[in-house]
């Protein structure tokens, strides 16, 4: 029977892979990061090892043991976690992080990515086991964006590529025109928090791939929760990168938003063609 590793972090994705491996035919060895993975994705997979997310040396064994040489990486792993320490990294992490240039987001995922191939162990894209979570073309809610909020929509693409090529974040809350937040360390949720305070009802949230994203790790996604913080502030549109982001719960995250009157769609292409056009 073929063989895949999944490295688990936050969230439902490592739980989607799974369920997709599983389909087709593979034996799921899932390491689940400490304290982050969902403790239901034991249900879901064949070997499951608790790890905590700083043990690089430890996560590498079991993989090799286990006989992986492939794998996927899956799941928020809040970089916070280095600064507020919760990380407690072995040996190889901690000349891993001492080797960085600098500790962006790419800086410390390439470096992983680096170790595991030098132990036999490659990395596959993401999107390889849940290609059907990918946000299409258009308008995915009952409610599409205004004329105003594909304006925002439009100028908020812009901001939002230059962060993801700056590594900062991929994530900006706009509203009429000026950016209210842009998401850094503190991850999509607070952005949205501290962007949508500031704007008040209204706000327009922008999420995209960085331009050269990297399909093996940190895709962008959205999902309930996200759907449930701009909830909480009043936010009026979600809008995605088509092709390129993860619509996680894809059923309850639609049903909320249109319950919401929250308008969800994907746009890929030249941001001055967004605000021509109300349906896409």
């Not at 040396?57 to 040489?69: M, Q, S, V």
């Not at 792993?77 to 992080?97: F, M, N, T």
């Not at 073309?137 to 700056?166: C, H, N, Q, Y």
Request: hydrophobic letters at 45%; proline letters at 4%.
């Amino acid at each position: 029977m073929k063989k895949i590793g999944l490295i688990s972090g936050m969230g439902e994705l490592p739980k989607a892979i799974a369920l997709d491996a599983k389909a087709r035919g593979y034996r799921v060895v899932a390491v689940a990061l400490e304290p982050l993975a969902d403790r239901g994705l034991a249900d879901l997979v064949d070997e499951i090892r608790w790890i905590n997310v700083g043990k690089l040396g430890a996560i590498i064994k079991y993989l090799k043991g286990a006989g992986i040489t492939k794998a996927v990486m899956a799941g928020k792993v809040p970089k916070s976690l280095i600064y507020e320490g919760k990380i407690i990294p072995d040996v190889k992490a901690i000349k891993l992080l001492f080797s960085l240039k600098d500790r962006r987001d790419d800086s410390i995922l390439l470096a992983i990515t680096g170790e595991l191939e030098k132990e036999g162990i490659s990395l596959l894209n993401t999107t390889d086991f849940c290609a059907g979570l990918l946000a299409p073309r258009g308008i995915i809610t009952k409610k599409g964006p205004s004329v105003g909020e594909l304006k925002d929509i439009a100028f908020g693409w812009r901001i939002a590529k230059e962060m993801g090529r700056l590594d900062i974040g991929q994530t900006v809350v706009v509203k009429n025109k000026a950016v209210m937040a842009v998401e850094a360390i503190e991850g999509t949720d607070e952005a949205i928090r501290r962007g949508g305070r500031l704007a008040g009802p209204g706000a327009v949230v922008v999420k995209v791939a960085k331009p050269e994203q990297d399909m093996r790790f940190d895709v962008p996604g959205a999902g309930p929760d996200t759907l449930r913080t701009m909830i909480e502030v009043g936010a009026s549109v979600l809008a995605v990168e088509a092709e390129k982001t993860l619509l996680l719960q894809r059923e309850l995250f639609l049903k909320e938003a249109d319950e919401a009157g929250i308008s969800v769609a994907g746009f890929n292409g030249d941001p001055d063609n967004f605000s021509k056009h109300k349906k896409l």
